[in-house]
């Protein structure tokens, strides 16, 4: 891959696609996400396997399994017993067989989670690159490798009997190392794919130890260039968790400043993980008249406590079929 404006690219391939060694660290964990949308259908998705191999307890998966229809909103997050054989070659499984990621020549989802039934193939648009810091806490304590892929996605989904055949966008990541939670603070996460083949990456990062990290990236023709500032908007509700999407603005190395706002596509969903409160909202975005999507992932907990919230006015609390309308 090229680089514009200074810097160097790691890039990724097919060995790093799969699980990966595990460390030592209680607080190691080893996760893969898929977001995707399909603009036409008006139907998504955020799907996370995350494998914690030295939790208390025995090794453990934290699963999200989220699918959005103009009807319907299902929600899973939940924690399963990892299995013998749920880390085996290039296959994630959530430990219950109700998600599988498998990379054969290309990354494969498949969904069967009580009323939701999807198989989804990713196209990637790019070599998967890493762009996380690698000094601080960022690489200390959250993503010390950490790969990210924009793509398209095609497949298949029912949802409560209604069946849709996908044409979408999609972005996709891989994470492995050290994950403490409790040393979010704060951060704002914009990972965008654009119906032109761009990828757009905005992160915000405020850590317990009060330093805040501004970081991305435009990647477009298998070219990258990085931001030397980024500056990230919330419209966060009342709630004081959830919200009605936001502005990003990167001003790149070349001085070239991209301007997106982010407007949600449907509510957004609240994860609980290790005591913080994780909201993703898919968004729809345009840049240069060009179409795309967004996952537009916030935390907030500047007072550091470990409060469970249950009300969210723009966003999915409860695990479960949710009928919209």
């Known amino acids: ?33 898929l977001v995707w949308w399909d603009l036409e259908n008006q139907v998504g998705g955020m799907h996370r396997i995350g494998h914690e191999l030295n939790v208390a307890g025995g090794p453990q ?15 899973r997050d939940d924690r399963i017993p990892l299995r013998e054989g749920d880390r085996s070659g290039r296959t994630f499984n959530s430990g219950d067989d109700t998600c599988i990621f498998e990379y ?16 989804l193939h990713v196209q990637d648009y790019h070599a998967p690159v890493d762009i996380y810091p690698k000094k601080g806490a960022m690489a200390d304590d959250v ?22 055949p996908i044409n979408g966008l999609a972005f996709r990541d891989h994470g492995w190392g050290t994950r403490k939670w409790d040393v979010f603070v ?25 330093n805040l990290v501004r970081f ?9 260039t990085y931001c030397k500032y980024v500056d990230i908007l919330v ?16 001003t790149l190395s070349t001085d070239e400043v991209i301007e997106v706002e982010c407007i949600p596509l449907q509510k957004g969903i609240v994860s609980w993980i290790h005591g913080i409160a994780c909201v993703d909202t898919i968004c729809r975005v345009e840049h240069n008249g060009v179409e795309g999507i967004c996952d537009f992932e916030v935390t907030n907990n500047a007072l550091r406590g470990t409060h469970r919230p249950k009300l969210a006015l723009n966003g ?4 479960g079929m949710t009928q919209l309308g």
């Not at 090229?2 to 160097?8: A, E, L, R, W």
């Not at 998966?61 to 929600?75: A, G, Q």
């Not at 991305?216 to 990258?224: A, E, L, R, S």
């Open 61 to 75: 998966v934290t699963l999200w399994n989220y699918v959005f229809s103009p009807e319907h909103i299902f929600k």
């Open 186 to 210: 704060g951060h704002r996460w914009m990972a965008a794919t654009l119906k032109d083949g761009t990828m757009l990456f905005a992160q915000t990062f405020h850590s317990s130890d009060d």
């Open 235 to 250: 419209y966060l509700e009342a709630d004081g968790l959830t919200h009605r999407g936001g502005r990003v603005v990167m």
């Open 316 to 319: 999915i609390i409860d695990n």
């Open 104 to 119: 054969t020549d290309h990354p494969v989802w498949k969904i069967n989670d009580q009323d939701v039934h999807a198989e």
């Open 1 to 33: 891959m090229n680089v514009t404006g200074g810097g160097s690219v790691l890039e990724y391939g097919p060995a790093q696609e799969g699980p990966q060694p595990s460390g030592s660290d209680p607080f190691w964990q080893d996760s893969v996400v």
């Open 143 to 164: 993503a010390p490798n950490h790969m990210e892929v924009a793509g398209k996605v095609s497949g298949e989904l029912t949802i409560k009997g209604k069946h849709y």
């Open 216 to 224: 991305g990236c435009v990647i477009k023709d298998n070219t990258i």
